[in-house]
């Protein structure tokens, strides 16, 4: 695989980092990336306390001795976010993501504690941001990512402008890249590397219920909405999910707003963090119960081109061998990889 400027900077083996996937981002997840040789992230933290979140990192250090990450969203209350990321900062993980929200006041505390900022960015103008706020890692999100979607351009023809914009900086590509071939591509674009989430949905090793990863393995690209229906903490951000049945009923009953919506307040599930009712923005991780079809199931355009649920090992070591001869057959080997600055 070619060394990228990114993975220098991060000291892993393959240009590959897994994006931030709420509570699916769990220890045994996080470690089998980064064990693979690509940059494992825990996410999710916002639902847990600081001593938690220590657990969690020691967890993944007893795994694996490679390098990893944490995700944080920065749309969370300073009180509730500042306690969390000093916990991952001061436990000494490599790499801090940042999502949804400003990364420059916290930048300069995750560089004196060692560890590389990534901010993933909707737009050029976010992007260009995060670059003037110091961040060593730009990821821009296409549009057809899974999650919440922070723009509205696809990855195909942002991730160039971005590269234009923030350089030198490495940026990663997000949305819609879910095997060798789209990372080649991203690769292609100038990118130092690519940031998957949706495709590490399928990984053994990934806090997914088992209905919910029904739901993946039998999408197409076809299969997915981008809506703002779910709530959450991010307001009525825009997501993409699955279609499923509380999709459907709020799109027969006309798309009413909040208050209105079909079975609105109704409790559909249940988790140890507590009842979730219909229109709740959470994950249906492994410890959820009840009705998850009727949960968000989040997924990008990409969940068409996930089709077996394997060890996240052998997920990443085929994205990147399948890339690695989709550029040698494109290019005799050297070119495209040797445009990459190191
Ligand atoms: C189930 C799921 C949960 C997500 N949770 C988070 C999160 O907690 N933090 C975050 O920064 N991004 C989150 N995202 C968005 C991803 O970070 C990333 O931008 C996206 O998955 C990339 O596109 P792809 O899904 O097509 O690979 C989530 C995405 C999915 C599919």
Do not use: K
């Not at 209105?260 to 140890?272: I, L, M």
């Amino acid at each position: 695989m070619p060394r990228t400027v990114l993975t220098e900077r991060l000291g892993i083996a393959l240009p590959i980092v897994q994006a931030g996937l709420g509570p699916a981002g769990r220890p045994p997840l996080a470690a089998s990336v980064s064990a693979a040789g690509a940059l494992g992230m825990l996410s999710g933290l916002g639902a847990l306390s600081p001593a938690s979140i220590r657990r969690e990192i020691r967890e993944v250090r007893a795994r694996t001795d490679r390098p990893f990450g944490v995700n944080l969203l920065l749309n969370a209350p300073p009180d509730a976010l500042q306690p969390r990321l000093a916990a991952c900062l001061e436990e000494g993980v490599s790499a801090v993501s940042f999502f949804w929200g400003d990364p420059a006041p916290h930048v300069e505390a995750c560089h004196r504690a060692g560890a590389v900022v990534l901010a993933c960015v909707g737009s050029v103008g976010e992007a260009r941001l995060a670059a003037a706020a110091g961040v060593d890692v730009v990821a821009a999100q296409g549009w057809e990512a899974g999650g919440h979607v922070r723009g509205e351009v696809s990855t195909l023809a942002l991730v160039p402008r971005v590269v234009d914009a923030v350089a030198p900086l490495p940026v990663l590509a997000a949305g819609g890249i879910a095997d060798g071939r789209g990372l080649a591509a991203a690769l292609t674009l100038g990118a130092a590397g690519a940031y998957v989430g949706t495709a590490l949905l399928l990984a053994e090793e990934a806090s997914v219920h088992p209905h919910y990863r029904a739901r993946l393995l039998a999408a197409t690209e076809a299969d997915t909405a981008h809506t703002r229906l779910f709530d959450g903490g991010f307001g009525s951000a825009p997501h993409r999910v699955l279609r499923n049945s509380t999709l459907a009923a709020w799109e027969a009953a006309g798309r009413p707003p909040p208050g209105q919506r079909p079975g609105e307040g109704q409790v559909v599930a249940t988790s140890p963090r507590g009842p979730i009712p219909r229109y709740r923005a959470t994950v249906a991780s492994l410890d959820v119960e009840g009705d998850v079809e009727a949960m968000p199931l989040w997924a990008g355009q990409g969940v068409g081109l996930a089709t077996r649920v394997r060890p996240a090992a052998e997920i990443l070591a085929d994205m990147a061998s399948c890339a690695e001869a989709t550029l040698r057959r494109l290019g005799g080997g050297a070119r495209p990889p040797a445009d990459i600055p190191l």
